[in-house]
């Protein structure tokens, strides 16, 4: 009952930035937590950051802190990702997620973007 869809992504030189966008759609009136997530070959799918759909707190994993955003907008059902200062261990495939009221886990998952870092 809930669609996410990421975009933005692309390939980029070290120091750049990119701004991703997780647009969602369908049954959303008990979704509660919007978080962005990150793979890269080889490597577990690692938390990146976390926001309420209400605002207030950001959470960010320590090794993006000081470069990356998180921010939503409410009337366009939309979170964003914002990312300065790219270094070539941020690339990876970013997926947001959704975390609803009731449930252990995020429990609906966008198909992923792919952002690629070089040297």
């Known amino acids: 009952q809930v669609q996410l869809v990421e975009s933005g992504g692309g390939l980029v030189q070290a120091g750049g930035s990119l701004r991703l966008s997780c647009a969602a759609s369908?049954?959303?009136?008990?979704?509660?937590?919007m978080g962005w997530f990150r793979q890269a070959p080889g490597k577990e799918r690692e938390f990146v950051a976390s926001m309420r759909w209400s605002g207030g707190s950001t959470y960010l994993t320590d090794s993006v802190k000081g470069r990356f955003t998180i921010s939503r907008d409410n009337t366009k059902k939309t979170v964003y990702l914002q990312m300065i200062s790219l270094k070539p261990e941020d690339t990876a495939v970013y997926y947001c997620a959704t975390k609803r009221l009731g449930k252990t886990g995020y429990d609906y998952w966008g198909q992923g973007t792919q952002v690629t870092v070089s040297s």
């Open positions: 369908g049954s959303l009136s008990s979704t509660y937590t």
